[in-house]
C-alpha cells in the first residue's frame, strides 16, 4: 500500500520517522482487517464494516501521506488510485459504445462516431492527478462528407501547455479496423498500411471486437489498497477491452490478421488517457500538424482536439482555440446525445 518506512532515508531517532512506523504498522492492521471483514461480508451481505474500517483507513493514510511529503517522499497512492477511477470510467465509456453497435451497426465510421460521441458525453473535460495536476479540455469533429483518407481514420491533435508556459502541438493517427465473424481483421491491407504509416511516425492502428481480448496494461492495480476492493470498484482495472491500439509498423512487422495482432497493443483508454494526454506518442511535425488543422488536406475522417495544461488547479482556463479548426476546414463538431 505504501512504501515501507524502514527504507526512507531518515534518521531511525527522527521523530518523523518513529511517526511514519507507528502509522504504517496500524495501517498494515486495518488492512488486515479490511481483508477479513470483506471476506466475511462478500458471504453475509453486510457491507457496513466495511465502511467503518475504510474511514479509519483513509484517516491513517492521510497522515502518513502528509509525513511523506514533508519529508521529500512523494508516494501518494491516493493518486494512483483517483488515476485509475478516470482511466475505468474512460474504458467503461468506450467498452459500452463498441458493444453497442454490434451486429446491426458493426462498420468503422459507425463504431468510431458512437465511442467519440459517447465519451464526450461522460465528461469533455478532465483532471488528471499527474505530477504535476494536468487538466484537459478535448473535443471530437467529423469530416463533413467522405474524402480520400490518407493518413488514417482519426487524427488525434494535442496541444500541451507546461508549467512555464511554453507550449507543443502535436498529432498521431489512428487507422480503424474491425474484426469479421471469422476473427480476423479482413480489411488490413499491408500496402494501404505502409503507405499511410510513411506520413507519420506516429501512426496507429484502432482495433475494434466485439469480443473481449486480453490485453497488457500499462497500469496494475492500486497496490491493494482497501478502496480497489471496495463492493463498487473491486472489479476494476481490468485488462479486457473490446478496442485495442497497436502501433502500424509493429503491425507491419508480423503481418498477422488474427486476434493475435491485439498482444502487442494496448487499451484506447490508456492510449488516450495515459499517452495522448499527456504529450506522448506525438509526431509534433508542424507541417503535418497545419495539414491536420487545415481538414481535407489532412486526410482523415475524425479529428479529436485537446488542449493539456499541466500546473493549472482548474479546467476554467483551459481553451480549444488554438487547436479548433476553422469554418472551411469540413470539419462539422461532433454534437452530445443531450444536444
Not at 507519420?200 to 491493494?224: A, I, K, N, P, R
Amino acid at each position: 500500500m505504501t512504501s515501507d518506512p524502514d527504507n526512507i532515508n531518515k534518521s531511525d531517532d527522527c521523530n518523523a520517522c518513529q511517526q511514519m512506523k507507528a502509522l504504517y504498522g496500524e495501517l498494515v492492521v486495518l488492512n488486515d482487517d479490511f481483508r477479513l471483514a470483506l471476506n466475511e461480508a462478500v458471504q453475509t451481505g453486510e457491507f457496513a464494516i466495511l465502511e467503518a474500517l475504510k474511514v479509519k483507513i483513509d484517516d491513517k493514510q492521510g497522515q502518513l501521506e502528509s509525513l511523506l511529503v514533508n519529508q521529500g517522499v512523494i508516494v501518494l497512492p491516493r493518486i494512483r488510485h483517483e488515476l485509475m477511477k478516470s482511466l475505468y470510467k474512460i474504458e467503461d465509456s468506450i467498452r459500452t459504445s463498441i458493444l453497442s453497435c454490434y451486429p446491426r451497426a458493426w462498420n468503422e465510421d459507425h463504431i468510431t462516431y458512437t465511442w467519440l460521441n459517447d465519451l464526450r458525453h461522460v465528461s469533455s473535460h478532465l483532471t488528471v492527478p499527474f505530477f504535476p495536476k494536468t487538466n484537459v479540455a478535448w473535443d471530437a469533429y467529423k469530416m463533413d462528407g467522405r474524402l480520400e483518407e490518407n493518413n488514417g481514420d482519426v487524427a488525434v491533435l494535442v496541444k500541451i501547455t507546461f508549467e512555464n508556459k511554453n507550449s507543443l502541438t502535436g498529432v498521431a493517427f489512428l487507422e480503424a479496423k474491425r474484426v469479421y465473424n471469422s476473427g480476423r481483421y479482413e480489411s488490413l491491407k499491408w500496402a494501404q498500411l505502409r503507405h499511410m504509416s510513411s506520413h507519420s511516425s506516429q501512426h496507429h492502428l484502432l482495433l475494434y471486437d466485439f469480443e473481449e481480448q486480453q490485453v497488457t496494461s500499462s497500469m496494475t492495480g492500486c497496490c491493494g489498497c482497501p478502496d480497489c476492493f471496495h463492493k463498487h470498484y473491486k472489479y476494476f482495472p481490468s485488462v479486457n477491452t473490446n478496442t485495442i491500439v497497436v502501433p502500424t509498423l509493429h503491425a507491419l512487422a508480423i503481418e498477422e490478421k488474427t486476434r493475435a495482432l491485439s498482444n502487442i497493443g494496448y487499451r484506447l483508454s490508456e492510449q488516450i488517457f495515459l499517452r495522448f494526454f499527456r504529450g506522448l506518442d506525438l509526431d509534433f511535425t508542424q507541417n503535418l500538424v497545419d495539414q491536420v488543422k487545415q481538414g481535407v488536406a489532412g486526410g482523415v475522417n475524425f479529428l479529436v482536439v485537446a488542449h493539456v495544461v499541466m500546473g493549472l488547479e482548474t479546467v476554467d482556463d483551459v481553451s480549444l482555440r488554438d487547436v479548433t479548426p476553422p469554418e472551411n476546414s469540413g470539419f462539422r463538431r461532433i454534437l452530445r446525445n443531450n444536444g
